[in-house]
């Protein structure tokens, strides 16, 4: 297989140097070979992990085709009925809905958000530099800590929020405590816990860019707007999306911000996908259709992850 | 020589007759003892091990943590108490017990969350250590419970439903609740409103309120997305409409959530949390709603009844000024009708340690611990009829402080029972009770979400 892969072996007379050259690279392969069994032991334990990994999670997809309930002995195997009464369940679409909306609207504004503040940084004002690392602020709290410090913050009688918004005459704002508002407020939760998050990898993206390369954009008359837009901006595109892809999975999956804040109300308006297959499976007891809406969000979060690795890749050729 | 040898024989007699004398009384005393040592245990006989207790955060949980030192002196056992917020405490309890971890020994539990833990039987029967000499001490006194407590801890699993009554006993009684009105005197009276009886009442007293001083909300009561929700002032005042949340129908189980008393119950409810409860009513669970009272920014509540005492303890900021009243009534009904909850310790069934878990949960339930507990202003309600009858406690409760607390205990307890229908499946049928309830009060048409509710519910019978 080596051989007729090489370049050496499709010549139709070899010399002799070139037959030595082969017999040499053949004993090389041979001793590779002896080292990539060693290899396979090293990779071994973690190759093992991974498929522990992947065995739990096949174990999951096939609970969720069973009527498990916690707490009842007696497990059926129902095929696809749980997904089956998904799909007949308005709860679920609106589920799905909601888990779209939350990841997509929150990844977009912190990339929005992450991108100027990165940029604010990379500049040479003293307090931009003075703020780095107090921005990194919420990303070392507990998520949970994060939930209830807004639920307080957000009550709409007794919060700093809407006191604040007295001050300037603006009347209460409802926050969380109304359907209509409540799901805006727990993306605004997530911007602020995470918008550093991707102020940090566009930030680490812009130092990377040279300082010849602007200066070569500058002698071809680009303004500083343009170099942004057609230097820097293009050059970044591919740190901003590898911090999309990260945080997409992340917010698709989010459930410490959701359940500490609302537990998915008021109503359903915020029951995000993994908070209703926490209550579906452990609040109500019913884990085979709990196990049902883990998969249907793990579906989602891996065609978001692959639609962005896909753009990220693309990016990055175009980059490169 | 025999004057010697008579007297030799009368001393001898003498001694012989003290020998025997004293061998009747020291035989006389040992069988006098006997009886003792029956009742009592050895409550040494599993020192050195150590057992986990897991609880909610709750004053319930203080007054037995406040007495732990006493229990380790007493057995030689170490108890470490978990405890945890009320949401989390449920949801770490389900998991603890369905994947059989031993790692807590004895649980706090409600009978309904118990239901649910039921078919599997994730708890062990407490009855075979009720009744084992060795393990329970005669002192014990089993029926000096409430026999309304008793029973509802007391069921058989047939066919994987509970047929409460008789059977297994599940958890024993630790303290209980039943739903009361509670209100600050002081608000009301400077507003000039009377206590209201019914949901209409309660909303127009609301409206007056509001209209007089809009900082303070006129009514506290949980609203969160969780059947706990559900279990205080709704199915309290339901039931006073002639709801049922399930009933028999032809030989089947049905419910009754989308009947037209159901109907009419939660037009009225949602009506008056609209006009009463704070705009925050989606998130606020009991410890908002005893923030509310404590402070004087909630006028007036409906909850636990215990809440309200906790507060007018002496020393506390609203000491005095919180008042009891039974809970509201529908408009047309003789009568109010309030829930009870009852606060029990039970063992998981996978407990490795169950004879020193046993000796706790019957030390923390006696009689001593119990009154203790009650008089420290911990344990409110006490599940033991000797307490409600014991001088110490009744003269503590009756303090002026405290206002009308034991007189509406006692008329409200005359009329408190459990207001769902025991079944396992119960925290699926309240969960979405308590969703829907948040949809109505946001909006949504009474009708139509009622009959999503019952529909969702028949779909899982």
Not at chain 1, 43 to 68: E, H, K, M, R, W
Not at chain 1, 226 to 235: D, M, V, Y
Request: hydrophobic share 45%; proline share 6%; net charge neutral.
């Amino acid at each position: 297989m080596e051989i007729r892969g090489s370049s050496v072996s499709v010549s139709a007379q070899p010399s002799k140097s070139l037959v030595a050259a082969s017999r040499a690279s053949t004993v090389r392969k041979g001793a590779e070979r002896g080292i990539e069994w060693w290899s396979i032991a090293a990779v071994a334990p973690a190759v093992i992990i991974l498929l522990g990994f992947l065995l739990l999670f096949f174990y999951g997809v096939y609970q969720s085709l069973t009527d498990l309930k916690l707490g009842r002995p007696l497990v059926r195997f129902i095929g696809f009925a749980n997904y089956s009464a998904l799909i007949d369940d308005d709860d679920f679409w609106n589920s799905v809905r909601v888990t779209l909306t939350y990841g997509v609207s929150a990844v977009l504004v912190q990339a929005v958000l992450g991108l100027s503040i990165a940029k604010l940084f990379a500049s040479e004002v003293v307090l931009a530099r003075l703020l780095r690392p107090v921005i990194l602020l919420p990303l070392v709290l507990p998520p949970m800590s994060v939930a209830l410090m807004w639920t307080t913050m957000m009550d709409p009688q007794r919060g700093i929020l809407n006191y604040l918004l007295s001050l300037v005459g603006v009347a209460p704002f409802p926050w969380i405590s109304d359907p209509a508002t409540a799901l805006v407020s727990l993306i605004l939760i997530d911007v602020w816990t995470y918008t550093p998050f991707f102020a940090l990898i566009i930030f680490a993206g812009l130092q990377g860019i040279t300082d010849d390369i602007r200066e070569a954009a500058r002698v071809n008359g680009a303004r500083g707007w343009a170099t942004f837009l057609h230097i820097e901006l293009p050059l970044v595109a591919p740190y901003i999306l590898i911090a999309a892809v990260f945080r997409l999975i992340e917010s698709f999956n989010q459930f410490d911000i959701v359940f500490g804040t609302t537990q998915g109300g008021p109503g359903n308006s915020t029951a995000a996908l993994s908070v209703q297959a926490y209550i579906t499976a452990f609040q109500n007891l019913n884990f085979g259709r709990g196990a049902a809406i883990m998969v249907a969000n793990w579906l989602i979060v891996l065609a978001g992850a692959f639609l962005t690795v896909r753009l990220w890749q693309a990016v990055r050729r175009r980059v490169t | 020589m025999l004057a010697k040898l008579a007297a030799l024989r009368g001393h001898s007699t003498k001694i012989a007759r003290g020998t025997l004398m004293c061998s009747l009384l020291i035989t006389g005393a040992i069988a006098a003892e006997q009886p003792a040592h029956a009742e009592g245990i050895n409550w040494r006989q599993f020192e050195g091990t150590s057992i986990v207790w897991a609880y909610d955060i709750h004053p319930y949980a203080d007054a037995v943590a406040a007495q732990l030192p006493e229990f380790e002196k007493l057995t030689g056992i170490k108890v470490t108490p978990e405890l945890y917020p009320d949401d989390s405490y449920w949801n770490k309890l389900t998991i603890q017990l369905t994947t059989k971890s031993p790692a807590w020994d004895v649980v706090g539990t409600g009978i309904q969350p118990a239901w649910d833990l039921s078919p599997s039987q994730l708890l062990e029967p407490l009855d075979g250590y009720l009744n084992d000499p060795k393990l329970t001490d005669a002192a014990y006194d089993y029926q000096d419970f409430f026999p309304a407590l008793r029973t509802a801890l007391t069921w058989n699993l047939t066919d994987g439903q509970i047929e409460p009554g008789t059977g297994h006993v599940w958890a024993i009684p630790h303290g209980f609740e039943n739903i009361q009105l509670f209100y600050r005197k002081d608000i009301l009276e400077k507003y000039g409103l009377k206590v209201p009886t019914t949901p209409p009442e309660m909303s127009a007293a609301c409206e007056k309120l509001k209209a007089a001083d809009p900082s303070i909300t006129p009514l506290g009561v949980r609203g969160v997305r969780f059947w706990s929700s559900i279990h205080t002032a709704p199915v309290s005042i339901a039931k006073s409409y002639g709801v049922h949340d399930f009933f028999i129908k032809d030989g089947k189980l049905d419910t009754g959530l989308d009947a037209p008393e159901s109907i009419a119950f939660h037009k009225d409810y949602v009506d008056m949390i609209k006009k009463c409860a704070a705009p925050s009513f989606a998130n606020d669970n009991w410890y908002q709603v005893v923030d509310g009272i404590s402070s004087g920014r909630t006028a007036m509540a409906i909850d636990s009844n215990m809440f309200g005492f906790w507060n007018d303890v002496a020393g506390k900021p609203a000491s005095g000024k919180i008042a009891f009243a039974p809970p509201l009534h529908a408009p047309n009904a003789q009568n109010f009708e309030s829930n009870i909850w009852i606060w029990s310790l039970a063992m998981n069934a996978a407990s490795q340690k169950k004879g020193a878990s046993w000796l706790f949960i019957q030390w923390a339930t006696s009689k001593e611990v119990d009154l203790n507990g009650a008089v420290a202003g911990k344990l409110v309600n006490s599940p033991r009829t000797s307490t409600w009858t014991d001088k110490a406690w009744l003269d503590y409760a009756s303090k002026p402080e405290f206002n009308d607390f034991v007189d509406t205990f006692k008329t409200v307890q005359d009329r408190a029972a459990l207001a769902f229908t025991p079944r396992v499946g119960f925290g699926e049928a309240m969960n979405a009770w308590a969703v829907a309830m948040q949809k109505m009060v946001n909006g949504a048409d009474v009708e139509k979400t009622l009959h999503d509710l019952a529909t969702e519910i028949r779909s899982s019978l």
